[in-house]
């Protein structure tokens, strides 16, 4: 039966793979293993020194964390595409930090495409997909920005991304002051019409949807081959007649898409508004470095280790409402976890960057 | 000779890397006081693992030596500082980006923690005064000529107050004219009593400058000899003679038509400065034109222009007819060219698998028109017949390249072009490191695809293999051909001569 021989297939290459990289598996166990125990501990310490039990917080951190799937998965999504505008890049051998804004301005050109487009045609629907798309392409544009000034004036990218990240805080901030406040609620922005907007699930399926075509970019296109050949060995891309510049534009590009989509999904599915203090949307793009950093930057990985942020979030939530903790302890304590389980990859990641900023 | 006449004394000096390489076995090495004194030899000979030796960063697996008549141990170059050597090395010890006087004042203190910098410029203004050597004492160091950067590496030795320098192929990197300043100061250096030792290959420099002149081959001493009375001949001859250890049946060739032209090619290197002067080589069907030459004299510039990786200052390059001068790698490949880098960190990816690594000159075959889609499926049949037409030893296809032995990666690396049948080949070191079993291997590879009718540019520094494979043999030198022929042509004596810089 050819469906049995499918699976008896797949089984056979994963089973094979398993073999091949033995060794490495078994040293990413225990370096995973070593890691949370360490950061436990740590955050253990922590806790106890600040007078709280640390088996209470942590035990209210994944309990109610994890038990509230729809706000989980809507926790989820900008930070499994922030994640993705980190890790995307980083295959290239870019260091994206600009997630932060690239997902800023998918967040408000999201919002006021969507506004605006269902206004003028009544149509919700079409608000929604155009929304979402010039969420993607403002963010894009954003990274390609960042990408632009790295190729072709050597401007090192995480410089740009940290002042383009506050250039656009500003502007934005100023931008829904001065044009797009909310007559009913002055803090707040314009509202997403009710019609457009959608609910967490749904938004959480179109992220999904986004990292397995970024996925089917990387591993089955000639665009993600040539940006990870260009990330591991710029040297060979050159070899084999291929510009590594063009590589970082289009990680970049995919990067940056990916934030935008992050942002455009917030508004639409979230929070569907941006307050003038930008406090739903800032730190969305920092966090994902780490959900970037966690998942591996494998774009499967990413979906698993934004869930787990989410749920160290939701969790932190908790924390501070039953023990009265304040909010930058529990934000510590996750701050601490997620360090321990990325450390090893980052350093690794950090190592091979600056070898090649030597290069350069 | 007094012992204290004697200013290095290397007795039986062995010496066996920790990978199992045995770079020197026995050798006697004894340099006079105020001398200079040449070390000559071809590549991997074993004159930097001599002088790192001497300069106490690495340690002798036997043998001993002697500092004017003082016998000496070294635990770190810390140690051969205090006892007067300085040494300049092939690549720079400098940090980039301090100023001139900065990196003086660093390495004044290595001997002397109060040293202050204006002790160090004080100094350094001497040294310079004594030597006509030149230096900008408030540049940044990244920002000057690699020849000014050599001026500040030989004074921040001499500040030092070292009595033997040692230099390691310091003409390598400079042009005519830094080189006769260099002679200049050298020759000074040597009428204050200064001992110099001058690792070079190029026997013009030898006769030149150095007053006795000892020639390693192999590990081994071939004989140390007083300059004014050997020939650049004889050094040749010193340099290059052996016994070709085993030899490859072949057929004799049947040359067709021109498939790889190359037309007065001029090329730069990294640094912008002219690597290939002039270069005109002609590859036919069915034949391996070998090149022979020192490491370092434009094969590597060559061999990237000719697979486009470097852009062209002047000149053509002609596949098959067409002028491929100005197109990309990536077209050239298209049209029948194949090129074997000499480094497997170029040409690998070793993050990755067989499969994709296949993939990477294969990529016009693989990548989908219409989608842009790898057609991984295409690729694994492409891998498996390299597998299989080139014995490959590999748990699976999907097994990282970076598992696989370096004679199984440099198979890999020969048999993904092999697969896709192209006509002209460049290949540069295909055996470099590589056991006698894979050597052999490859080498009758290569005749066999010649027998098939491919045009084989062979670009090598290893004279037995030029030797055992060669159909026509050219001689490059300082980014010249120095003469091209049929092998009978050449004498080993000749080809030394030709390789060290000397028409004959
Ligand atoms: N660090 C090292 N580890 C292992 N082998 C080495 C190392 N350095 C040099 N060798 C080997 O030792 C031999 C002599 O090299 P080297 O002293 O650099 O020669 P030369 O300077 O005459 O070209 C060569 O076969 C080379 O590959
Ligand atoms: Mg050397």
Redesign the interface.
Known sequence: MPKENILYKFIR?LI??I???KHEYIMATIEIVLSALIGFLVAGIVLYVMEYDPGEVFYIMFNYGFNDPEYLFGKAIPLIMTGLAFSIPALAGVFNIGGESQLYWGAFIGLITTYYVTQYTGIGTLGTIIGILAGILAGAAWALLIAVLRVYRGINEVITAIMLNWISYFTIIYLIIKFFTNPIIPHQSIEVPEKASLTPYPGFIIAIVGTLIVYYLL???????KM??SG??P??A?????DPSRAILSSMIIGGGSAGLGGSLLILAISHNIDTTMSTIYGLGFTGIGVGLLGRNHPIGIIFSALFFAGLLIGGQWVELKTGAPPMLSDAIMGIIVIALSAPYAYRLLMNYLSRLKKR | MSQKEIAVEMRNIHKIYPDGVVALKGVDFIVKKGEIHGLLGENGAGKTTLMRILYGEIKPTKGEIKIFGERVKFSGPWDAIRKGIGMVYQHFTLVPTFTVKENLFLSLLSINPKATIDEAIEKAKQVSKQTGLRIPFDRVIEELPIGVQQRVEIIKSLIREAKILILDEPTSVLTPVETKDLFEALLKLKQQGITIIFITHKLKEVKEITDHVTVLRRGQVVGTVETSKVTEKDLARMMVEREILFKLEKKPAKPGREVLVVKDLEVYDDRGLPAVKGVTLTVREGEILGLAGVQGNGQKELAEAIAGMRPVASGKIIIDDIDVTQLSAFERYKLGLAYVPDSRKVGLIYDMNIVENVALTNLYRIISKKSRRMKWGVAEKIASEVISKLEVVAPSLSTPIKYLSGGNQQKVMVGREIVREPRAFVVTEPTQGLDVAATEFIRKTLIHLRDEGKAILLISTDLDEILQLSDRIAVIYEGKIMAIGKPEEFTLERLGLLMGGVHA
């Open positions: 290459s094979e793979k073999k091949i990289k591993y089955y296109t000639d665009i993600g081959y990870r050949v591991l060995s040297a060979s050159k070899y084999a007649g291929f």
